[in-house]
């Protein structure tokens, strides 16, 4: 009798372990998504303990499905992304991707460094958008799942070589997404290189708190703790001015909806077509940036070390992109809040510098949180 009730037990204990060991391995699944010039796309879903998932993939080390609940506890995905690989490599390129080497825009794709002149790809008008058309949005990054972490978590890394896009240095680039059970993504960057380069890395992932593809974002309530923000000229490079929000409809210092003064006759919002600016953060609260949508109750605060944020409400979009569950994404359904620094900073000594020097290692972290009230 003694001997079967400590087999029983033994045999209860392996059971238990095996069942603790597969909750874990479940934590961060990892499936065969795509293959991309010969490297593998995996699809990466994260559910953490309050059972919220969030799915990534390695090409563009990109955000690709946001799932968490409203105030009434229904969930929807609430990020842009495509059902498959195919339709991800014909859709838009920047949905969920992280973006470098420079994200944003380089004036006639020309800067000088050290007394040389460097030249990038023109894919943007008579400018360099976002790392240019081959950009870090559009490789296979390499893939870790870091074991004994607390949240689930992935790594990508990336090795990007010396005059990649006409960017000197070779750099290696790591984005850590961990997924926490309050809800929180983070974001953790690093980037060295060999030698002195210029860099803005971002995450461009587009958020709709009613649903992605459900409606546009003119009613979220925004708020961007920045007094001052970024003019550009109409092919929305900047002017070097750095002006004051107060009293204009660039002003989210206190809430106000994304539609209340959009259609305004103010020069930046006739040159950019909307929102399409980087705000220059106050950094005086943690938290920078906050969206709140009253009919779902959702609510998304942004946190970051980087000196601001591009705010973009998706006036490019136009409907032909069809995403997840064949929602189209209409003019102004999506907006992304991308926090990193200034465009063409390398052409503009007066915006924080975007230089990084051999040795030196740029560690960044924004981390997007997600709530109802
Ligand atoms: C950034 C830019 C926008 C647009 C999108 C990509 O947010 O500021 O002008 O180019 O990327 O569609």
Request: hydrophobic fraction near 35%.
């Amino acid at each position: 009798m003694k001997k079967i009730n400590q087999t029983l037990i033994l045999l209860t204990a392996a059971l238990l372990l095996a069942g603790c060991n597969q909750a874990k391995k479940e934590i961060v699944k990892k499936e065969l998504f795509g293959t991309y010039k010969g490297g593998e796309v995996y699809l990466l879903t994260l559910t953490n303990k309050a059972g919220n998932v969030l799915k990534l993939t390695n090409f563009g080390a990109r955000i690709t499905w946001l799932e968490v609940p409203d105030k009434d506890g229904k969930k929807d995905n609430i990020t842009f992304g495509f059902d498959t690989f195919d339709g991800m490599i014909a859709g838009d390129r920047y949905y969920g991707a992280v973006v470098g080497r420079y994200a944003n825009r380089i004036a006639k794709g020309k800067f000088t460094l050290d007394g040389v002149e460097y030249s990038l790809p023109i894919n943007n008008g008579p400018n360099s958008l976002h790392g240019g058309p081959e950009g870090w949005h559009s490789v296979a990054w390499n893939t870790e799942i870091p074991e004994k972490t607390e949240y689930p978590t992935v790594r990508f890394t990336y090795k990007s070589p010396d005059m990649e896009a006409g960017y000197p240095g070779n750099m290696n680039v790591e984005a850590t997404y961990t997924w926490t059970d309050n809800n929180e993504i983070i974001i953790d960057y690093a980037l060295t290189t060999d030698k002195k380069t210029v860099f803005n890395i971002t995450n461009h992932a587009y958020f709709n708190l009613h649903g992605a593809g459900n409606g546009d974002i003119l009613d979220h309530q925004l708020v961007i703790k920045a007094s001052k923000f970024v003019p550009v000229d109409t092919f929305l490079i900047p002017t070097g001015e750095m002006r004051p929000v107060a009293g204009s409809p660039f002003d989210f210092t206190t809430p106000h909806t994304v539609g209340e003064r959009i259609g305004e006759a103010y020069d930046q919002l006739i040159y950019g077509g909307g929102y399409d600016h980087t705000f220059i953060f106050d950094n005086a609260e943690e938290v920078d940036a906050a969206v709140y949508e009253p009919v779902s109750g959702r609510f998304m605060e942004v946190i970051s070390d980087q000196p601001g944020v591009q705010f973009y409400c998706g006036n490019f979009l136009n409907g032909t992109m069809i995403g997840h569950g064949g929602k189209p994404y209409v003019y102004r359904s999506g907006l992304c809040l991308e926090t990193g620094h200034y465009p063409d900073s390398p052409n503009h000594p007066e915006f924080p510098s975007t230089v990084l020097n051999p040795g030196d290692t740029f560690k960044s972290r924004t981390i997007y949180r997600f709530s109802v009230k």
